[in-house]
């Protein structure tokens, strides 16, 4: 069992920026990728960011691109977000996710074993 807990949401103006962090714990060497979703009030949940532990490249939604970071510390097994350029419509619960064994694309929250319990993003205009 993998665990994932999120941290750093809050409330910030449109243009501010906001990190998030995803501290994983449990069996995190079976793991082959992490995410970051979001999800806001009566929408579905969304794609937002994916790195691959065995490849250097990230993957981004087109909605984030250029405004979104994701990094990681192996040493303290996190993953960070760091958001920027916020906007109202990036408010929403934001969840770390990660997968074991995935196939196909990383950008399916179905491909995804272990998830957080979100932290709550909400940008003010």
């Known amino acids: 069992q993998v665990q994932l807990v999120e941290s750093g949401g809050g409330l910030v103006q449109a243009g501010g920026s906001l990190r998030l962090s995803c501290a994983a714990s449990g069996r995190t060497f079976n793991t082959d990728a992490m995410a970051w979703f979001r999800q806001a009030p009566g929408k579905e949940r969304e794609f937002v960011t994916a790195l691959r532990w065995n490849g250097a490249d990230t993957l981004y939604a087109d909605s984030v691109k250029g405004r979104f970071s994701m990094s990681r510390d192996n040493a303290k097994s996190t993953m960070y977000l760091q958001m920027g350029s916020l906007k109202p419509e990036d408010t929403a619960v934001y969840y770390c996710?990660?997968?074991?064994?995935?196939?196909?694309?990383?950008?399916?929250?179905?491909?995804?074993?272990?998830w957080g319990q979100g932290t709550q993003v909400t940008v003010s205009s």
């Open positions: 996710a990660a997968t074991a064994g995935y196939r196909g694309s990383l950008s399916y929250s179905s491909q995804y074993n272990y």
